[in-house]
């Protein structure tokens, strides 16, 4: 993905702009909130999983905690797979935090 639209989407994030960013078909990344915790949403719709991805994430998440702290991942409605993490008080992590994110669920090529 370019830098200036990931940077974009990273700034609306930190302003409080409801941000989306459409990184492949079928997954995107976007703010949402888990209570009054604003936070980074990863989202795999269920017809761009691949097979294995979710086992694969889990164990990934178990397996290195430290890693991938912070990281929470369930499926939602439509059984998409999302991973999701707060929005950090330092917004200079905010593009660290996507990375981690995006290695957790196996989606290397999608970073930069």
């Known amino acids: 993905m370019p830098d200036d639209r990931r940077q974009a989407f990273l ?3 930190v302003s409080g702009t409801a941000a989306q ?4 078909p079928g997954i995107k990344v976007g703010a949402l909130n888990a209570g009054n915790c ?3 949403a990863l989202h795999v ?4 999983l691949q097979a294995g991805q979710l086992q694969r994430v889990l164990e990934r998440r ?3 905690v430290l890693a ?3 990281c929470f991942i369930y499926l939602d409605a439509q059984n998409a797979l999302v991973i999701w993490h707060a929005l950090p ?3 200079s992590t905010l593009d660290r935090i996507l990375s ?6 196996t989606l290397q090529a999608l970073d930069r």
């Open 11 to 13: 700034d609306d994030l």
């Open 21 to 24: 960013l459409s990184l492949a």
């Open 38 to 40: 604003p936070g980074l």
């Open 45 to 48: 719709a269920r017809e761009a």
């Open 62 to 64: 178990i397996e290195q």
């Open 68 to 70: 991938f702290d912070g």
């Open 89 to 91: 008080a330092a917004a």
């Open 100 to 105: 981690r994110m995006l290695s957790l669920a």
